[in-house]
Structure formats: structure tokens, C-alpha cells
């Protein structure tokens, strides 16, 4: 499991003079079912959140207004990921180490996820982040 896995998804949108819709089908346009939606907000402008892992979850992020860098770590390659359309979405699979940075005035961030809440789940260490993905090899 690494940043192969990692992808941008445009949505599926619909276009007409009263504005535009997209639309994110649980199951179909992702690939995970969702079990827990929320969103980032009220973030200070070029604000960067601290990072985290998950050893389950998979995670579905969309720049709902403004934007925000997604930065991604699998243990052996850095990349950074700017979301700033609706209409476009980044998956995340679990076991990937994530950062949120360089946040615009008013952006709103919108995770879909596949568990629950569940803190056990969370590897907030880096150090234990690498332990852990070297205990899978």
C-alpha cells in the first residue's frame, strides 16, 4: 500500500444556468462505503494542521470553498496535493501519513471516511507511523 493508491477524483457534475451540482454516490464514485462525513473550517489563512495516520480508515477530502495543500507521506515518498475545486476530490487509503497546510481565508475542508470515529485508530507519532508500516512489510 503506498501513493499508487493515492488519486484525484472528479466528480461527477451537473451544469445549468442556476449553478452546479456534484454528486458523491457511498460506494460508487468512491471506494469505500461512507460511514462519517465532517469538515475543517474557520481555519487562519496559510494555517497548517498537524499530521496523523489512520490504520483503517480511508479518507475522501474535497476543498468545498477555497483551498489547501494535502500533503502525503507512505513511508518512502513525500507528495503535496492542492484541492481547490469542488468538483474534484482526493482519495486517501489508510496507513497514509497526512498533513493539511496552506489553508486559504474561509476554506472549508469536507472528509468523507470509511469507519466510525474511533481514536484507536489515529497513529498521531511519526516515529510509531514508520514502526508500524515496517511491522506490515
Not at 442556476?18 to 462525513?37: M, V, Y
Not at 513511508?75 to 489553508?103: A, T, V
Not at 472528509?111 to 514502526?131: C, M, N, P, R
Request: aromatic share 10%; net charge negative; hydrophobic share 35%.
Amino acid at each position: 500500500m503506498g501513493m499508487e493508491q493515492v488519486h484525484i477524483i472528479e466528480l461527477t457534475t451537473k451544469h445549468d444556468r442556476r449553478g452546479n451540482l456534484s454528486i458523491i454516490e457511498s460506494g460508487t464514485t468512491l471506494p469505500f462505503e461512507i460511514a462519517r462525513t465532517y469538515w475543517i473550517y474557520d481555519v487562519p489563512g496559510g494555517a497548517h494542521r498537524t499530521g496523523h495516520a489512520f490504520r483503517t480508515q480511508h479518507e475522501f477530502i474535497v476543498a468545498l470553498s477555497g483551498s489547501f495543500d494535502v500533503i502525503l507521506d507512505d513511508g518512502n515518498e513525500r507528495r503535496r496535493f492542492h484541492l481547490c475545486r469542488s468538483h474534484h476530490g482526493l482519495y486517501i487509503p489508510n496507513m497514509m501519513w497526512r498533513e493539511l497546510d496552506n489553508f486559504s481565508t474561509g476554506s472549508v475542508a469536507m472528509v468523507l471516511s470509511s469507519t466510525l470515529y474511533d481514536a484507536i485508530d489515529y497513529i498521531e507519532d511519526y516515529a510509531l507511523y514508520k514502526k508500524e508500516l515496517n511491522r506490515d512489510e
